[in-house]
């Protein structure tokens, strides 16, 4: 690995269809780049031999990546040099801890005496960098064997694992597919979902009633923020495969009604400046969207902000040639919705009892939409700005998490988005005593012990109002 193929790399993507040595690139970033190769090679060295040359290639395309990012956001050279350390740092991480765990991971996830042999493909900077840089990364064997690496705690991803299997031999009426996991005390291990579309219409209807039934069930586990990237269409599966943001409290200003819309499945518009607005949703966000704030992009003029686009693949379930029209199957998610509730009241006890051992999991509680961040971060960092970090107030009934500001800029300031956590069963965020009025392990278990046929028919309607609402959006539009 030479620090040129690195620039050549970076000065490709940065000025497509450039070639050779580019007189426009800041000799600064040819010195963090020669100081990044270096580190890397000397730091992971004793873990080459398990890496194909195309995985050591994917490790210069993301330092490239990384570089470009840079670049485009004017960091100053020493931030470049601190971001850069961090990153050599991070993959010297993750290359020790798959070297250390490569027997465990081939028991849990490979076919029975089958070897995973070299490491032949590195997916890395596949979510939001937290906790210094730290990103999911997809890794594929030699064998075939695809896994996800999380450098986070996974508990509540072992425990949803493990509940979703329960219900399946309890008997649920729409079986709900898990994702196998080897937690690892601060990072885990997990097997990799494959985004595969509907073929026809029949398997298009299942996997809206399986859809329904998983909104269902994380309606009752209290879960939030299940955008378009935390959900993948798998066949006629939709795969939760990002746990963390399952029981969350509810804050002293809630009501009491807690609706299906809090899990961010089915449409709901979240307001960006000025007028625009936007819908995440895992159901609803099947087209591309512009982004809700400018980004930093090299153009034939230099580099300028512009609207940018969040493009949704893997939620997808449509056959590509089909029109994209989930609000067409309304009536299947409804059924799988209704069924799963009657299942889960049926079931209550077992499952009150199945859910004592997830009191100390911990889970994510985010204060601030992360497109929110994302702005403020080019606000500060694009080009012709003064590089302070600056956010704005909290909506009222979060004023009170407004002393975390200071932890929220300083993550902002390393490129990372800020990530808080606390166990499902405390009231406590950060430092903050008794924030929440209920925890979201109790917001749970009371929610199971009041399923009821008026509650059920309570919540089909937010649904069905839901959809109306995306049908007329998408007609206007």
Known sequence: MQPRDVLAIFSESLFPGYSGESP?????????????????????????????????????????RLLGSLSL???SFQASRRVARSWVSVQSELLTRLKQ?????????????????QVQRLRLDLSDRHDDGRTVTAITFESGLNIIYKPRDIGIENWYSDFSLCLNELGAPQQFRGVKVLRRG???????????????????????????????????????????????ASGVDPVLVDSEMLF??????????????????????????????YDLSALGCVMPIPTPFQVPVSTAQGIRLQKAALVPEQNVPFPVDDRVEPQAYVAEMVDGFQQTYRFLAAHRRELLTQMECVRGEHVRYVLRDTLEYYQALTEALGPGVTGQVTLGPL????????????????????????RF????????????????????????????????????????????????????????S
């Open 24 to 64: 426009e690139l800041d000799p600064r970033i040819g010195e963090v780049a020669r100081e990044a190769v270096s580190n890397l090679e000397t730091n992971v060295a004793s873990r080459y031999d398990e890496l194909s040359g195309e995985a050591k290639t994917d490790l210069l395309h993301a330092l490239s």
């Open 73 to 75: 956001f004017d960091a």
């Open 101 to 117: 765990d490569r027997r465990d991971i081939q028991r849990m996830f490979a076919a029975e005496g089958a070897a995973t042999g």
């Open 186 to 232: 601060s990072y885990g291990w997990a097997e990799l979902i494959p985004h595969a579309r509907c073929r026809d219409n029949t398997e298009l209807t299942e996997y809206y009633r399986n859809a329904g039934a998983l909104l269902c069930l994380l309606h009752v586990l209290r879960a939030s923020d299940c955008h378009f990237q935390n959900v993948i």
């Open 248 to 277: 969350q409290p509810r804050l002293r200003e809630d009501g009491d009604c807690i609706s299906v819309r809090r899990t961010g499945m089915i449409p709901h518009w979240n307001r960006g400046s000025g007028s625009h607005s």
């Open 395 to 418: 909506p009222s009934f979060r004023a009170l998490f407004s002393s975390l500001e200071k932890d929220e800029v300083s993550s902002l300031e390393r490129l990372d988005i800020p």
């Open 421 to 476: 956590t606390l166990p499902t069963a405390s009231r406590d965020l950060a430092g903050l005593k008794d924030c929440f009025a209920v925890s979201g392990y109790d917001l749970a278990c009371q929610a199971l012990k009041r399923l009821s046929e008026e509650d059920m028919q309570q919540q089909v309607a937010f649904i069905k109002l839901a959809w109306s609402f995306y049908r007329v959006s998408r007609s206007l």
